[in-house]
């Protein structure tokens, strides 16, 4: 790791102020990723602001349908939260599968979604469940949000305060984790509410996460794993490496969202 | 550099350290407690795990400044005197080890299992949660066994039980 300067923020003001004045800065979140990445020397931020102890960004609560995560709240805080298990189960189930328990216990929500991973599992769950992301400047709707491979539409000097996920009648993500890493080779969260229908698939394209608008099209005719024989994802833009061929992760998108799907129902 | 203060094992330390220093870092080399071990140093092999405020974490992915004024305990801190801790004591006993790289980890990583999901855990419930934690010698077995007693010893009264 290089050197660097470290900065206790204390308010999301003084974070965004720290931030304003060095375009080199890096925001410590978690730091799961950040951390391993600054060790391979692939980030070399001049200075790190740390947000662990700016009050108010971590807690769960419900308003409504509607259930507002703070971007410091851990993995482990949301897969365990009453709240989110009574009203997005998927949600939980979802966080509970991110890395392994002592990553759980220290990743945040906020870092996994400002980071945008091509392979990070939030995304998914904020795709498919149309999520807001809330920041110090404006509120991101995450059809917006999401921009590619690690980039989103936060600008500098804005920082994720959180992300208000509207409850779905029925939800699943369901993932294929890379064995070794437990990142998703794919996943996918599907969510229905009303006739509408979100289908979000992570790990799969090199564009990052995605809504896969043909499945959406055939659930909304019919919510049923059955709809989806047929329709198939094009293998054009899938992440290859050695892990996977793009053939098998376009292949892989078919059978985790029927999976999802069927869980979604209960069945 | 930058002055962290936090209580290990029970004491208070302070130190000026420089803020690359990992929390892994900071208990082997400043502190002398050389039980946390550094495995893959790529938060994967767990060998690192210690607690931080009562919860697992990765010790070789988190910045020693980040832990100001937290409460940290290491393999070391789980003794009381010569007595070994149940968990500890149910490693040896099952012989949950072989070259014993990996048991600081196992162990402290074992002990939030408990504080978490309770002192019966099924042999599925143990695997699963000590996914972050890499043994290359034993291939688990023991290991496993080793938490479910444990975990049964450490619930509150199974001393005075076992005595019987």
């Given at each position: 790791?290089?050197?660097?300067?470290?900065?206790?923020?204390k308010?999301?003001r003084?974070?965004?102020?720290?931030?304003?004045k060095?375009?080199?800065?890096?925001?410590?979140?978690?730091?799961?990723?950040?951390?391993?990445?600054?060790?391979?020397?692939l980030?070399?931020p001049?200075?790190?602001?740390?947000?662990?102890?700016?009050?108010?960004?971590?807690?769960?609560?419900?308003?409504?349908?509607?259930?507002v995560?703070?971007?410091?709240t851990?993995h482990?805080?949301?897969?365990t939260s009453?709240?989110?298990?009574?009203?997005?189960?998927?949600?939980?189930?979802?966080?509970?599968?991110?890395?392994?328990p002592?990553?759980?216990?220290r990743?945040?929500?906020?870092?996994?979604?400002?980071?945008?991973?091509?392979?990070?599992?939030?995304?998914?769950?904020?795709l498919?469940?149309?999520?807001?992301?809330?920041t110090?400047?404006?509120k991101?709707p995450?059809?917006?949000?999401?921009?590619?491979?690690?980039?989103?539409?936060?600008?500098?000097?804005?920082?994720?305060?959180?992300?208000?996920?509207?409850?779905?009648?029925?939800?699943?993500?369901?993932?294929?984790?890379?064995?070794?890493s437990r990142?998703?080779?794919?996943g996918?969260?599907?969510?229905?509410?009303?006739?509408?229908?979100?289908?979000?698939v992570?790990?799969?394209?090199?564009d990052?996460?995605?809504?896969?608008?043909?499945?959406?099209?055939?659930?909304?005719?019919r919510?049923?794993?059955?709809?989806?024989?047929?329709?198939?994802?094009?293998?054009?833009?899938?992440?290859?490496?050695?892990?996977g061929?793009?053939?098998?992760?376009?292949?892989?998108v078919g059978?985790?969202?029927?999976?999802?799907?069927t869980?979604?129902?209960?069945? | 550099?930058?002055?962290?203060?936090?209580?290990?094992?029970g004491?208070?330390?302070?130190?000026?350290?420089?803020?690359?220093?990992?929390?892994?870092?900071?208990?082997?080399?400043?502190?002398?407690?050389t039980g946390?071990?550094?495995?893959?140093?790529?938060?994967?092999?767990?060998?690192c795990?210690?607690?931080?405020?009562?919860?697992?974490?990765?010790?070789?992915?988190?910045?020693?400044?980040?832990?100001?004024?937290?409460?940290?305990?290491?393999?070391?801190?789980?003794?009381?005197?010569?007595?070994?801790?149940?968990m500890?004591?149910?490693?040896?006993?099952?012989?949950g080890?072989?070259?014993?790289?990996c048991?600081?980890?196992?162990?402290?990583?074992?002990?939030?299992i408990?504080?978490?999901?309770?002192?019966?855990?099924?042999?599925h419930?143990?695997?699963?949660?000590l996914e972050?934690?890499?043994?290359?010698?034993?291939?688990?077995?023991?290991?496993?066994?080793?938490?479910?007693?444990?975990a049964?010893?450490m619930a509150p009264?199974?001393?005075?039980?076992?005595?019987?």
């Amino acid at each position: 790791m290089y050197a660097f300067t470290y900065q206790r923020a204390k308010t999301v003001r003084q974070a965004a102020g720290l931030l304003a004045k060095n375009a080199d800065a890096k925001l410590l979140a978690g730091g799961q990723t950040l951390l391993p990445t600054m060790k391979q020397r692939l980030a070399s931020p001049s200075a790190v602001i740390d947000l662990g102890k700016v009050e108010g960004l971590a807690g769960i609560e419900r308003k409504g349908r509607t259930v507002v995560i703070g971007a410091m709240t851990k993995h482990s805080d949301v897969a365990t939260s009453a709240i989110v298990r009574e009203a997005i189960p998927a949600l939980a189930a979802l966080a509970d599968g991110i890395g392994d328990p002592a990553v759980r216990n220290r990743g945040t929500i906020g870092g996994s979604v400002a980071n945008n991973d091509p392979s990070a599992d939030y995304p998914a769950a904020c795709l498919a469940l149309g999520a807001t992301i809330v920041t110090n400047k404006r509120k991101i709707p995450a059809d917006a949000f999401f921009q590619g491979m690690f980039a989103t539409a936060l600008d500098e000097g804005e920082i994720i305060v959180k992300i208000a996920f509207p409850a779905a009648s029925k939800a699943s993500y369901a993932k294929f984790p890379n064995p070794a890493s437990r990142y998703a080779m794919v996943g996918v969260f599907v969510a229905k509410r009303g006739s509408d229908v979100r289908v979000a698939v992570t790990g799969a394209s090199s564009d990052g996460v995605f809504r896969w608008s043909a499945a959406e099209e055939a659930l909304r005719a019919r919510f049923n794993p059955k709809s989806l024989e047929g329709v198939s994802a094009k293998a054009d833009g899938m992440i290859a490496d050695i892990h996977g061929s793009a053939e098998y992760r376009a292949h892989l998108v078919g059978v985790m969202t029927k999976r999802a799907v069927t869980a979604a129902l209960g069945k | 550099m930058t002055t962290v203060t936090m209580t290990v094992n029970g004491k208070s330390v302070t130190a000026n350290v420089d803020p690359r220093t990992l929390l892994a870092q900071f208990v082997r080399e400043h502190l002398r407690l050389t039980g946390t071990h550094v495995g893959c140093d790529t938060s994967q092999c767990g060998a690192c795990v210690v607690h931080v405020d009562g919860r697992a974490v990765k010790s070789c992915t988190t910045l020693a400044v980040s832990c100001d004024g937290a409460a940290v305990t290491t393999i070391e801190g789980l003794a009381n005197g010569a007595e070994l801790h149940p968990m500890q004591a149910a490693f040896r006993e099952h012989h949950g080890l072989q070259c014993g790289f990996c048991t600081p980890g196992m162990i402290m990583a074992a002990v939030d299992i408990v504080n978490r999901k309770g002192h019966v855990l099924d042999e599925h419930t143990i695997r699963e949660e000590l996914e972050g934690n890499i043994c290359r010698c034993t291939g688990y077995h023991n290991i496993v066994k080793a938490v479910e007693a444990g975990a049964r010893a450490m619930a509150p009264g199974a001393a005075a039980i076992a005595a019987e």
